[in-house]
């Protein structure tokens, strides 16, 4: 698919809203990072930006980066409504992942739910992000392990379990260490209100 479509495709999808997220850290971010020391952190798919001023507001320096140019400028509102001068630590940029990446290495790389509607070999994407991680960083990956039970999107889609993911990376065990390599259930809200269970797959890889 050509980056454009792939693009408009977004585009109209938040276009049918004024909000399509919570504006909610995800929590296997909070859940993952909170712990950890800050430094420089790379947001693969920021939507709507609330990753991003969770990352911020705790002394992350971030590029977060979308292909749509909407859910990039609903990021920043969110991240000038939050205060704190916070925009002095997040760069925004737009990339089709598919076609371009971001420069450097940093010590957080994420992508949350990073899914297509349309069939794309995602391997190469996640051995660029893995490639992006500092000595010493981390790599986490969480991607929906089904379908969640209010999405009439993307019942069709097949999801690859943890262990695919990280085979699909092919990355050299000498250089990577495995801190979470999981399914994970947890309760959880959608968009209309109604609970529902939601089943992620956690990964969490720290280069050595």
Do not use: K
């Not at 790379?42 to 930006?49: D, Q, R, V």
């Not at 790389?109 to 509607?117: D, R």
Request: with cysteine; aromatic share 6%.
């Amino acid at each position: 698919m050509e980056s454009t479509d792939t693009q408009q495709m977004w585009e109209d999808r938040y276009a049918e809203s004024e909000r399509i997220w919570s504006g909610r850290p995800n929590a296997r971010l909070v859940e993952v990072v909170s712990d950890l020391p800050t430094g420089t952190a790379l947001e693969l798919g920021c939507g709507e930006g609330g990753d991003t001023v969770w990352l911020a507001q705790r002394g992350w320096q971030v590029v977060a980066v979308d292909i749509a140019n909407t859910a990039l400028q609903r990021a920043a509102e969110a991240l000038t409504a939050a205060g704190d001068d916070l925009a002095t630590r997040v760069r925004f940029e737009r990339h089709d992942l598919t076609v371009s990446f971001p420069q450097g290495s940093y010590d957080l790389v994420t992508a949350h739910f990073l899914h297509s509607p349309h069939g794309w070999d995602r391997n190469p994407l996640m051995r660029r992000a893995a490639a992006a991680v500092a000595p010493g960083g981390r790599l986490l990956i969480v991607d929906h392990a089904e379908a969640p039970p209010w999405s009439e999107r993307i019942h069709d889609h097949e999801f690859p379990s943890a262990e695919a993911v990280v085979a699909g990376m092919e990355l050299d065990p000498a250089q990577w260490e495995r801190e979470r390599v999981e399914r994970a259930e947890w309760e959880g809200t959608g968009p209309d209100g109604r609970p529902g269970s939601l089943v992620d797959n956690v990964i969490v890889l720290r280069r050595r």
